[in-house]
């Protein structure tokens, strides 16, 4: 049956790399004899541009008639620069995960062997690094309420949760830890908020249903030293919208660049597949982008939103190969730097579809 896949590229360098994600699902589709049929929107602000908001109704209509997205990614120094400007293009990419309630926001944290020299820590502590983050990405701070003062002199961003937000989160996670080394540690501030208070005791509840699994607690301050100290302790991370974004940033250093680090965001209908990254305009338009996370992201598309595992293994291994074979972009040029073969954007695109051809053929 035909699969309709909606391609949302966005900002900076979001087209350059879901080019590059996208041309990975036409081969798939073409080896495999899979019909994909591929539709374009906007978002963000080129959007803004053309429409004068963020996320035109024309993009979500098509957005919830799609049985998969990919995006790329949202942001403009524009807005960064201005922070009074009212119309924003991140506001988008929070209608989008709001109203398609995709409050499952999946970020596998894997360090390739082969990018061992690429990470900013030593080789020793980061081998072996496996963590799958499973962030809340419908509540918290980014959605609740926002207020300014009439005299602009006092702000604030209202951190709320309800009971069954986190414990629908909180399953997923202990779901996933029951395929992998059962283990999650739940992140909170349960000394100091009220809102972790309740998530570390909804979290508690749900892992007494999972007497398999070793549950642990931990202090999102401390978790992120203890991201850096020890990677490879951690197996499943379960945290909130706010927490999961900072710390899964960090892990990127953990495991070589921004641009490895895929994502899905689930929940009761379409999911939505990208890069954790954002429009890195400081590189837009240069070939300097590197396209893996949207790659592996297509790859979580196919596995999680298609239930394709072979073919989204088949993805992984392709990259894999390309990076054994001593190609990357600048971002994962590693210590031993002088025996890369530095590549741009679309070549490492064209690198893994090859090797994507002579795997499959
Ligand atoms: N999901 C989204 O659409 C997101 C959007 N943003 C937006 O993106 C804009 C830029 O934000 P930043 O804080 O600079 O974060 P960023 O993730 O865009 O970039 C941070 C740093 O990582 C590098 N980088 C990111 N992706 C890369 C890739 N694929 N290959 C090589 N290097 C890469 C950038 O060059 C930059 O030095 C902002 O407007 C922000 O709001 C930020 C994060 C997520
Ligand atoms: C739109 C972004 C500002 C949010 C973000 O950084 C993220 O979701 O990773
Ligand atoms: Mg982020």
Known sequence: MQKNILI???DGIGPEVTACGKAVLEEVAARYGYAFAFEEAQMGHEAILATGVALPDETFEKAKASDAILFGAVGHVRYDNDPTLKVRPEQGLF???KELGLYANIRPVILFD?????????PEIVKGTDILFFRELTGGAYFGEKVRSEDGEMASDL?????????RIAVKAFEAARTRRKKVCSVDKANVLESSRLWREVVQQVARRYPDVETTHMLADNTAMQLIKHPTWFDVIVTENLFGDILTD???????SMGMLASASIGDGTGFFEPIHGSAYDIAGQDKANPLASILS??????????????AKQVNDAVARVLKAGYRTSDISGRMGH???IVGTREMGALVIQSLREQLL
């Open 339 to 341: 025996k890369d073969k």
């Open 298 to 311: 297509a790859a979580l598309l196919l596995e999680i939103g298609f239930g394709m595992k072979e073919a």
């Open 95 to 97: 209608r989008m995960r």
């Open 159 to 167: 951190m709320v949760y309800h009971r069954y937000e986190v414990e």
């Open 8 to 10: 949302i590229p966005g």
């Open 250 to 256: 960090e892990t990127a250093q953990v495991v070589g």
């Open 114 to 122: 082969e990018l061992l020299d690429a990470s900013s820590l030593k």
